[in-house]
């Protein structure tokens, strides 16, 4: 059965350094998606992305995320300056389609650890 | 806005016993309802959810969730847990319409012998 993927499955980084966050989602599904949950904390959108572009984002989402989808098959989540305060574990997720009839399926997870 | 409530940070319960994890959300539009599992070191994975139509979903795994509107709620529940059923279960919702997921905090089902 297809699957999202994640690597690395942990990240230890330091404050102000860069991090990028890698998923490979399901090959022909057409919406890709990250949420993070900081440990204790609810599991948080942080944006959507259709089409070669931000379809939603979160307010967490600020200027210091940015996602890519470099080539065919990898969606990247990048933090540029790391503050303590984004260690969480970051879900991918994509989907065929919009909207509630088609299920996000989603990955393992990446857990960021910024000291 | 949507927010989700799971009163329950964890539920320890016996092998065979029933379980039920409650959800309850707030919302000024009409939502979809979702169950999600987590098993360790793995994804989210959907377990059942309502969009519209009969209350009461079944979904997978032996879980069934029953949408009620006056109380706001969606719990979960299945009326005899096996130890694998041990893993963590979040209640989402979403906007119609929309496919952003507002999650709660989760539920940690711990089932032992």
């Known amino acids: 059965e297809p699957e999202v993927t994640q690597t690395p499955s942990h990240q230890v980084t330091q404050m102000g350094q860069e991090v990028i966050l890698r998923c490979v989602p399901i090959?022909?599904?057409?919406?890709f998606y990250w949420y993070r949950q900081i440990l204790g904390q609810k599991v948080e959108f942080l944006v959507s992305f259709y089409n070669n572009e931000i379809s939603e984002k979160s307010e967490i989402f600020d200027d210091q995320f940015s996602v890519e989808r470099p080539d065919g098959s990898n969606f990247t989540l990048k933090i540029r300056s790391t503050k303590l305060e984004d260690s969480a574990m970051y879900f991918c997720?994509?989907?065929?389609?919009?909207?509630?009839?088609?299920?996000?399926?989603f990955g393992p997870g990446t857990r960021l650890t910024v000291t | 806005a949507q927010s989700v409530t799971q009163l329950d940070s964890q539920v320890p319960v016996f092998e065979e016993a029933p379980v039920e994890l409650r959800c309850n959300y707030s919302s000024s539009v009409s939502v979809y309802l979702f169950w999600y599992v987590q098993y360790p070191n793995q994804g989210l994975q959907l377990l059942l959810k309502y969009l519209s139509g009969s209350t009461l979903v079944k979904g997978i795994n032996g879980f069934e969730a029953e949408f009620n509107k006056s109380q706001t709620s969606f719990h979960l529940r299945k009326p005899s847990v096996h130890i694998s059923d041990t893993a963590e279960y979040f209640c989402?919702?979403?906007?119609?319409?929309?496919?952003?997921?507002?999650f709660g905090k989760g539920t940690m089902l711990l089932v032992s012998p």
């Open positions: 997720a994509s989907s065929p389609g919009t909207g509630a009839l088609n299920e996000q399926y």
């Open positions: 989402a919702v979403s906007a119609e319409g929309y496919s952003t997921l507002t």
């Open positions: 090959s022909n599904h057409l919406y």
